[in-house]
């Protein structure tokens, strides 16, 4: 199995390599979750300091395997990797910033936020057992809704997908059944559903199948104009996704004792937590081989602590607080750069 | 008569001239044949090396993918082609199956020529023994235009345009129609689905149409006229003239045509990608989402890692094979009805 890394390091060369010529870019890869937020830093990072961001956004997995053959500055992934795997490949794991997962529906008559679900009947949906809009379960928790008759059309990833990780980790908690009969993973195996590759596939999929449910990161359905849903918490609280619920869920993060700074952000308790938060993570070598581009990699990260939240919360995704970016900035001191 | 003398005399002229610059013409032919010599054999040898790496390309692609999907071939065996499960994320190991893949690709392709052979080969008959001149060209040129037409056109048409016109109108129809005919109604049961196998096939056969049609329409046009005049001069109708004498007298032709467009079924990846749901589960619905082997690697490949990853590998050495055996089945049905012919 060497030849696989020895391919994919050439093709990731050619593609780094365009981006390489032009300037001292830094490049990364991985996540598409953050993906809309990266471009907007990397845009306004450029115009100030004329250092330019290639990032490509190829999803969590991809990102892993890109700087494990270190043909990138740094990785980018949903779903933290656990600190042996971090040993293991000598890297160093930060998180960058948090937003949140929301279930949307694509319904005539129903607006935004009007549907309101809970992670049993959406596990259920997700594991074929709940098969009509007009279900019991989906009756009981919205009595004002007239909803049909019709067939739930099911969309979910076709890919590996940070993204399907955290939605389902959160299934997981929320559903004995679905723990047992599926699991939490970047890929997993569906029981039911077409399956759409990317954030961008699943909300245009779902945009475009009457009767349907996906699940996106909130700013593509924000963007799409997709009906989100309102979701049943851990406190059995009705909540709808806004910067103020995602807020609450990071709230409780422990990050300070956390290491590798491995946290996942679902199913969180309090009573105004939106269920499916998540962080993304960036990932990079502790002993970089070009010394300078991890350099350049982390006054990137630096000014986008210091200067991004606006524009995190202009794109609904949540900064990490203060507290929590000098836990990071004082996790930098084991890169060793010098 | 002035001819016959002059040409003598003329002749000589030359046969005087080559006479007095022999010696130097003859060593110059020595050389310019000896260089001829070497042109040719090097001209030959770049035709073989060129040849030669065409065998070396197809060598070097069938020992990678075996080497890649090695690790998925030691795990699961012959378990491979007959497992329907997809789980990449079972503990231990994932557990991996062709069947669905190998179902999606076999079906979708199969549906395809389904609806394409009879379609192409009716254009192509009308085209050459039917068509009014003035419309031959550009009817031609049209199906011709077709087989230009990127996939992820065909992929993108099916999706916002086929898909939601076949979910909500069409396949309820079919499905109603068929309920309680035995075979027929499991065949095209609900629910419809906008991105369903037989959204795929459609799709896929209008992406072969063009080839069945230009390869046929150029092999009727080699049946001799006088053959079919004297068909007709018998007072054969034009469907017992196709019948009897056009496809009969190009069938070798037509099964090349038919051939080419299921290899192009077979691995066609973007437009099928889009429209046929990317569910490893088999279905007894056609109305259902479905995969294919190419389909699969190119929506799971960038994110698979380890077994997973060998085993999508594994499934482009069956897309491969199945190739392979599609292409040389074909070759030996033409020649076994080359000889048939013969006789």
Redesign the interface.
């Known amino acids: 199995m060497t030849f696989m890394p020895t391919v994919r390091a050439a093709l990731v060369a050619t593609l780094a390599l365009t981006g390489a010529v032009q300037a001292a870019e830094i490049t990364g890869a991985g996540a598409t979750f953050p993906f809309p937020l990266y471009s907007k830093w990397a845009d306004a990072y450029k115009k100030e300091t004329g250092n330019g961001l290639n990032y490509q956004s190829i999803g969590s997995g991809a990102g892993i395997k890109q700087i494990q053959a270190k043909t990138v500055t740094f990785g980018a992934s949903d779903m933290p990797l656990k600190e042996e795997a971090l040993k293991k490949d000598g890297l160093v794991q930060f998180p960058m910033v948090m937003g949140a997962i929301v279930p949307v529906v694509n319904l005539e008559g129903v607006k935004p936020g009007e549907l309101v679900l809970d992670g049993e009947t959406l596990a259920n949906i997700y594991l074929g057992k709940v098969k009509k809009w007009n279900d019991a379960s989906i009756k009981k928790l919205n009595p004002s809704l007239t909803l049909p008759s019709t067939n739930i059309a099911v969309v979910r990833r076709s890919d590996g997908s940070g993204t399907t990780f955290n939605f389902t980790d959160y299934l997981t908690k929320a559903s004995p059944a679905w723990a047992k009969e599926v699991g939490a993973d970047t890929a997993v195996e569906w029981p039911v559903g077409v399956g759409a590759k990317g954030n961008d596939g699943v909300a245009g999929n779902v945009g475009q199948t009457k009767n349907s449910i996906g699940y996106v990161e909130y700013a593509y359905a924000k963007q799409n104009k997709l009906t989100y849903t309102a979701l049943v918490n851990k406190a059995g609280k009705t909540v709808q996704p806004t910067v103020a619920s995602f807020q609450a869920a990071a709230a409780n993060a422990d990050w300070a004792n956390a290491p590798g700074f491995y946290q996942i952000l679902t199913d969180q308790p309090g009573e105004a937590s939106w269920p499916i938060t998540a962080a993304t993570f960036i990932l990079m070598y502790a002993a970089p081989t070009d010394k300078t581009a991890s350099t350049e990699a982390l006054k990137f990260f630096d000014w986008a602590f210091e200067k991004g939240d606006a524009m995190a919360v202009e794109l609904d995704y949540i900064p990490m607080p203060a507290t929590v970016s000098d836990l990071v900035r004082k996790s930098w001191a084991s890169i060793k750069n010098k | 008569m002035g001819r016959a003398t002059a040409l003598p005399s003329s002749f000589g002229g030359c046969v005087s001239d080559i006479t007095s610059h022999q010696i130097q013409s003859q060593s110059e032919r020595a050389a310019a044949l000896a260089s001829f010599k070497l042109a040719d054999s090097l001209f030959a040898w770049l035709t073989r090396l060129a040849a030669l790496c065409v065998l070396a390309l197809l060598g070097a692609i069938i020992i ?1 993918l075996i ?2 999907a ?2 998925a071939i030691k795990t699961y065996g012959f378990d491979f082609l007959t497992t329907q ?7 231990p190991v994932p ?1 991996l199956g062709g069947l669905g893949p190998l179902y999606g690709t076999l079906v979708s392709s199969i549906i395809a020529l389904l609806i394409a052979v009879p379609v192409g080969l009716g254009i192509a008959i009308f085209l050459t023994e039917l068509c009014p001149q003035v419309l031959r060209r550009s009817v031609g040129i049209a199906i011709e235009l077709l087989a230009g037409i990127p996939s992820i056109i065909y992929g993108m048409w099916g ?2 345009v086929l ?2 016109i076949l ?2 109108t069409i396949e309820p129809a079919i499905a109603d129609f068929v309920e309680d005919i035995p075979i027929l109604g499991t065949i095209f049961a ?2 419809a ?3 369903s196998l037989f959204n795929a096939s459609l799709v896929l056969a209008i992406m072969i149409l063009p080839f069945i049609t230009a390869i046929s329409r150029d092999v009727f046009n080699t049946v001799p006229t006088v053959l079919k005049e004297a068909a007709y001069g018998l007072g054969c109708t034009t469907w017992e003239v196709v019948r009897r004498v056009v496809i009969p007298y190009t069938r070798v032709g037509v099964i090349g045509a038919i051939m080419l467009a299921l290899g192009r079924a077979l691995g066609e990846t973007m437009a099928v ?1 889009f429209v046929i ?5 088999i279905s007894s619905s056609v109305f259902a ?1 479905g ?1 294919t082997i190419s389909a699969a690697i190119a ?2 490949f ?5 077994l ?3 085993a999508l590998i594994l499934l482009g050495l069956l897309l491969f094979v199945l190739t392979f055996f599609v292409l040389s089945g074909a070759r030996l049905m033409l020649r076994h009805l080359a000889r048939q012919q013969g006789v």
């Not at chain 2, 499960?85 to 503990?91: D, T, V």
């Not at chain 2, 960038?302 to 380890?306: M, N």
């Open positions: 990678s080497i890649g090695w690790p499960r997809w789980a990449p994320n079972a503990k557990i999706f916002f898909g939601p979910a909500d609900g629910p689905s906008n991105l990608t749901g990317n569910s490893f589960r989402p995969t929506s799971e960038a994110e698979a890692r380890d997973h990853q060998s």
